[in-house]
């Protein structure tokens, strides 16, 4: 079942609409119109009581002043080095908006766009924006995100990204995840199906190279705690924010689980894009979409997408579609209980 309403309004006084997805299980999914935002997904923990996993803002003036939380981004998530890359034959300079990168996609990015919103199915609400090629890329795009919250208690966002001309397409949602009620981030459990990261170059974005993560705090296969891992990182580092290549997994598999010991809930991310970052944003001390200020280390990210800077990287899957080429990719969360 879905319903919509009023969430707020813009600065320009357009409104904004928030869908509501409930299963059969009373279980729901609240999907944003303004920068196809996850604004919630409220799962039960291992007593039956329905709590939010999602980090999400309190309201559309948070949203509007350059929040990223729970957001879509696009049309290139993450960085390009230097905001350089060669497209339709051109050497094309973007923005750079991160000294000295291209972080997702700039003035462009859609995660400050007003998407447009239909009801798809019974469970399924799809946002349409066209992306006119600010930030430099100087091309349209058609772009849809679906996003469905089912009785298997899965969240499955589905991006179809058409392109004019050539260009470099890698989206992604960038959703800050805690599934243990909000408490520090860092007693949660990580398990990542990765056996390298993608090594960074001076840019500080993959440009080449991968780096074994057997022996090192970013090896996460087996299953560790963050705060177990974090207390081993190099001197300086407080926060983990880094690109994994994720390996083959079996059908069906998950490629990451993130996992409360305090609540029991599990929340299983599944993907067919070849990267997943994993960030754990520290010291910016969050509040939730009540207002409530949050621990130091809030939430975790599983972004998946193209690895970064792939569209410079020809070792790595190539995010560059032609005219016409549609991007047709799908990543699911999965919500249950240990």
């Known amino acids: 079942m879905i319903t919509e309403r009023v969430f707020g309004h813009l600065s320009d006084g357009r409104p904004v609409k928030l869908y509501r997805i409930e299963n059969s299980h009373r279980e729901y999914a609240e999907i944003c119109d303004f920068g196809a935002v996850i604004q919630s997904v409220f799962v039960p923990d291992r007593g039956g009581k329905l709590g939010n996993a999602v ?18 981004i ?16 051109e ?36 946002l349409r924006h066209t992306d006119m090629g600010e930030c430099g890329f100087n091309d349209k795009v058609e772009a849809a995100v679906s996003f469905t919250f089912d009785d298997s208690h899965r969240l499955n966002i589905r991006y179809e990204v058409t392109p004019e001309r050539e260009t470099v397409l890698s989206p ?10 909000f ?14 990261l993608a090594a960074r170059g001076p840019s500080g974005t993959p440009e080449g190279g991968l780096v074994p993560v057997e022996g090192t705090p970013f090896d996460f296969r087996a299953g560790k ?3 177990e891992n974090m207390k081993k990182l190099p001197l300086g580092r407080k926060y983990f924010d880094d690109f994994y290549v994720l390996d083959e997994a079996p059908s069906g598999a998950p490629i990451a689980s993130l996992y409360s010991e305090r609540t029991g809930r599990v929340i299983n991310a599944y993907t067919d894009m070849q990267c997943a970052i994993i ?15 949050l621990p130091r280390y809030p939430a975790v ?20 579609f032609g005219a016409g080429e549609k991007l047709v990719t799908e990543t699911a969360y999965e919500f249950l209980v240990k």
């Open 301 to 320: 990210c599983i972004e998946c997408q193209f690895v970064p800077n792939a569209v410079n990287v020809p070792e790595f899957r190539s995010p560059v």
């Open 91 to 126: 050497d094309i300079q973007l923005e750079i908006s991160e000294k000295p990168n291209l972080l997702h996609s700039g003035s462009s990015n859609w995660a400050f766009k007003l998407f447009s919103g239909e009801v798809t199915g019974e469970n399924t609400v799809t």
């Open 183 to 196: 408490t520090d981030a860092r007693d949660l459990e990580l398990k990542l199906s990765a056996s390298n």
């Open 55 to 72: 980090l999400s803002c309190p309201n559309v003036a948070e949203m509007e002043n350059k929040s990223f939380k729970a957001a879509t």
């Open 172 to 181: 992604t949602n960038h959703a800050y995840f805690n599934p243990g009620d």
């Open 279 to 293: 960030y754990t944003p520290a010291g910016y001390h969050y509040p939730d979409a009540s207002g409530v200020k």
């Open 74 to 89: 696009g049309r290139v998530g993450n960085r390009i080095a230097y905001g350089r890359c060669s497209l339709h034959g």
């Open 225 to 227: 705690k963050l705060r």
